[in-house]
Each structure stands twice: as structure tokens, then as C-alpha cells.
């Protein structure tokens, strides 16, 4: 791992990914500032913020959410189903959770707050990554955890993997 690896690496959001973190923190602090994401959009629709802040965070939340769904499936995933045996099914019904969310978010970025249900749309993008995270968080990582899969060299992997995401959906 290079140095500038091990002494974190800045998301878009300017916030440092600390180095270390194994897969599970690393999936749970995304999860988490995701979810503060919404609340912020959530904040601008009840101040009438004007669309171009609402667009600017939505596209953000966008973005996370698309950097998050890849890593979780590329690398998270196989790895979780290849540990779960038969509860594999989890991995399966997060699938087709990325699914819906990815339909959203390419409305979502094919249009503007002007539009018709843009606020709703991404209200209800929150609501349903608000019920995937309680769900990972509840029954896929505990059972992860407790297997012997090494979730600090997957956290590894994986912050790597996000960084080179975020890079390309900023246009850098």
C-alpha cells in the first residue's frame, strides 16, 4: 500500500476514508454519511431552497450512492456470498435493492428540481437506501463479521476501489 494510501484518501466530499478501516466500518460510515446527505437535501425542500443548491446535493448523493453500489457489488458481495452459504439470499435481495436505487438515481440525474417529482424522487431514493442500510447493517454484516473473511485487506481493496470511482464520476 503506498503512503498516501495509509494515511487516508479524501471522498468527494472532502471528508478523509481513514486508511484501515475494514469493510464493514468502511460500508457503515458511507451508509452514514449518505443518510446525512438526505437529511440535508430534506433540509433545503422545507427552506425552498432554490434548485441549483437541491441539484448540486442531489447529484452528490447520486454519486455516493452509484461509488457505494459498485464497491459493495464488485467486491463486498462475492466475497459475502462466498462466506454466507445459505444465507446467501442476502446478497441476492441487496441486489435487486441496488437495482431499484439505480433506476432512481438515473431518473433523478436525468432531470432537474424544476421537474415533477424531483423532490419526491429523491425522498423516496433516502427511503429505500434507508431500508437496504437497516438491513445490511441487521443481518448481513453481523453474519459477515462473524465469519472468517478478512475484512481488513477487503477494506482495503475496497477504499481503493472507491476512490478511482469518486475520481471518475468527478470528471477528474
Known sequence: MSTSAKA?????????????????????????????????????????????????????????????????????YPAAREVLGDDADLVDEADVEHGSAKDLIAQIQAASPEDDHYDAKVKVLGEYIDHHVKEEEGEMFPRVAKSDLDLDSLGEEMAARKDELLAELSGA
Open 8 to 76: 487516508g484518501s479524501k471522498s468527494k466530499s472532502g471528508k478523509a476514508t481513514p486508511a484501515g478501516d475494514d469493510a464493514i466500518t468502511l460500508l457503515k460510515g458511507d451508509h452514514k454519511e449518505v443518510k446525512a446527505m438526505f437529511k440535508s437535501y430534506q433540509k433545503l425542500v422545507d427552506d425552498e431552497a432554490d434548485g441549483d443548491e437541491k441539484q448540486s446535493l442531489a447529484e452528490q448523493i447520486c454519486a455516493a450512492l452509484s461509488a457505494h453500489a459498485s464497491v459493495e457489488e464488485e467486491i463486498f
